[in-house]
């Protein structure tokens, strides 16, 4: 009789199929879970610039470059036009102050002299006039008062005369009243001609008032014009080198032209172009500094031009102590212009790594110095050699500050 042979649920084929699956799901599981998934790539060391985060004196300052100029230089503009009839120097000539340099001449500006010293003669002619006029009236109008005076005290006489006379009744009545009337007419006549006389004086002081002012307002205008013809010879104002002249003889030049310039040559400035970047950061009385001849000079911002031009503006800058010798106009300097006061701080060396990010993060070597990791920063002031570190880094970590550019988006390097 046949038996019935049951099979096997759990054969050794099929405990080793699910071995072998449970292993590789814990493999992948282990990975997923434990293993570093960071990008990685590998660096060769040589190719790597290494710094030392450091902790000790930072002084932030940016480096600018400068013309060295004339610490004064004036511009010859002529007030008053005219042609050049005369050249005194040449361009390059040492002058002092008040040296000729070119003679012009403007015909017209001298027929206008000739104008204005007729009309100042004319009304100074008038105001001699009318002193004189003045003078006579007033002599005639004195004289006639005296005359005035003299018949009021004829006909007082007579009227105290006539009066006695009438009262003893001695003279008509007629005859009295005559008198009285003659006497009391005088001294009116003497009330008119005195009012007279004073409004004539007021009248008259007046009209010498205004002539007054009217001879002094020409010639005021007669010394502007003279002043203006002296301006046709153009002077040096101060003392210095004639560096440009722009004036032949013949040629016409017009009011307000520029016809050269004189520089003050015993004392120089160094006039600087500094990125609109640091145009908050710079005020005046700052320091900087240079290098010439093998010694450091220092300088101090004196004028700071808030007129930005191609992304730069401009600032003036004076020797702060005594001139470089031997520096000469049109040299060009290269100026550390400090931007704070020198100051304990954590700093790393500058390099190509912050054109890849921003300051924002870097690749901190591990203390095994096999492999470096990114990690996340903030910088603050920085001048040429280093940035200030604000946080993100400890003093003694190496950092790799050079170029990140073929590195992509890799979180760990593997040095090699």
Do not use: C
Not at 17 to 32: E, M, R
Not at 67 to 89: A, C, H, N
């Amino acid at each position: 009789m046949d038996r019935k042979i049951e099979k096997k649920k759990w054969t050794l084929k099929k405990i080793s199929s699910y071995l072998i699956i449970s292993t590789l799901v814990g493999f992948v599981a282990y990975n997923l879970i434990f293993s570093d998934s960071s990008k990685k790539l590998n660096v060769e060391f040589d190719r790597l610039s290494i710094s030392k985060v450091e902790n000790g004196a930072f002084q932030e300052f940016t480096p600018v470059t400068g013309s060295v100029q004339p610490i004064e230089t004036f511009q010859l503009d002529v007030s008053e036009g005219g042609r050049v009839m005369k050249k005194f120097v040449e361009e390059g000539a040492f002058l002092n102050a008040g040296e000729p340099i070119i003679q012009l001449d403007n015909s017209q500006l001298r027929l206008s002299i000739i104008y204005n010293e007729a009309n100042v003669f004319q009304q100074i002619n008038n105001l001699r006039s009318t002193r004189l006029s003045f003078q006579q009236s007033k002599l005639d109008l004195q004289g006639r008062i005296l005359q005035v005076d003299r018949e009021i005290r004829a006909q007082k006489r007579e009227y105290e005369t006539n009066k006695k006379l009438f009262e003893k009744g001695m003279l008509s009545e007629n005859e009295y009243l005559n008198s009285k009337d003659e006497f009391e007419y005088l001294l009116k006549h003497k009330e008119l001609t005195m009012e007279t006389f004073r409004q004539d004086s007021v009248m008259r002081k007046q009209q010498i008032v205004q002539l007054e002012k009217s001879v002094g307002t020409l010639e005021k205008n007669l010394d502007i014009t003279k002043q203006q013809l002296e301006n046709l010879t153009v002077k040096a104002p101060i003392s210095g080198q004639l560096t440009a002249l722009n004036a032949e003889i013949g040629e016409s030049i017009s009011p307000g032209e520029n016809v050269g310039q004189i520089d003050k040559v015993d004392s120089f400035k160094v006039r600087a172009s500094i990125d609109e970047h640091w145009i908050a950061r710079v005020n005046r009385g700052q320091l900087g500094s240079f290098a010439f001849n093998g010694e450091e000079y220092s300088v101090r911002v004196k004028t700071v031009f808030p007129q930005v031009t191609g992304g730069t503006f401009q600032v003036d800058l004076l020797f702060d102590g005594h001139q470089p010798e031997g520096i000469r106009r049109g040299q060009t300097v290269h100026v550390k212009l400090q931007l704070g006061e020198l100051s304990t701080a954590m700093f790393i060396d500058r390099g190509g790594f912050y054109q890849s990010t921003g300051g924002q993060w870097i690749f901190v070597i591990e203390e095994s110095g096999e492999k470096a990791v990114k990690r996340k920063i903030s910088l603050g002031r920085q001048n040429t050699q280093s940035f200030e570190v604000l946080s993100g880094l400890k003093k003694g970590e190496k950092v790799i500050t050079s170029s990140y550019d073929n590195y992509g988006d890799a979180e760990v390097l593997i040095i090699k």
